[in-house]
C-alpha cells in the first residue's frame, strides 16, 4: 500500500508560482512512476504532468507545457509540479498520482493510489 501526502496548495494571483509536493510512503517509490492530475467541480480528472521512474523523462499537458514542471527527488521520496506563470483556469484540487510502473502515463485509468488532493486557487 502506497500512502501520498500533497502541499503547497493556496490562493495565488494570476502570474503567479507555486510549487506542489508529494511525499510517497514505501520502499519502492524509486520504481514507480508519478505524476499529478486535476479536477474542478463538476469535471473529470484531467492529466497534467507525469515523470518516469528515474526521472529522466517527463510529460505535461499541452494546457500547461512552458508554464508547469515536474521532477522528483527518489532519497527524499517526493515528487513536485512547479507552476509558474498561473492564469485562473488553472484552478483546481490537484491530485499526486503513482503507477506501479516505471513508465509515465496519461490516463487516469493507469493510476493505482491517489493522494487526499490540494486546493489550487488562482485569482484574476
Known amino acids: 500500500q502506497v500512502q501520498l501526502v500533497e502541499s503547497g496548495g493556496g490562493l495565488v494571483q494570476a502570474g503567479g508560482s507555486l510549487r506542489l509536493s508529494c511525499v510517497a510512503s514505501?520502499?519502492?517509490?524509486?520504481?514507480?512512476?508519478m505524476g499529478w492530475f486535476r479536477q474542478t467541480s463538476g469535471k473529470e480528472r484531467e492529466f497534467v504532468a507525469a515523470?518516469?521512474?528515474?526521472?529522466?523523462?517527463?510529460s505535461v499537458a499541452n494546457s500547461v507545457k512552458g508554464r508547469f514542471t515536474v521532477s522528483r527527488v527518489n532519497g527524499k521520496n517526493t515528487v513536485y509540479l512547479q507552476m509558474n506563470s498561473l492564469k485562473p483556469e488553472d484552478t483546481a484540487v490537484y491530485f499526486c498520482?503513482?503507477?506501479?510502473?516505471?513508465?509515465?502515463?496519461?490516463?487516469?485509468?493507469?493510476?493505482?493510489?491517489w493522494g487526499q488532493g490540494t486546493q489550487v486557487t488562482v485569482s484574476p
Open positions: 514505501g520502499p519502492t517509490f524509486g520504481y514507480y512512476a
Open positions: 515523470i518516469n521512474w528515474s526521472g529522466g523523462l517527463t
Open positions: 498520482a503513482v503507477r506501479t510502473s516505471g513508465g509515465i502515463f496519461s490516463n487516469r485509468d493507469e493510476i493505482a493510489y
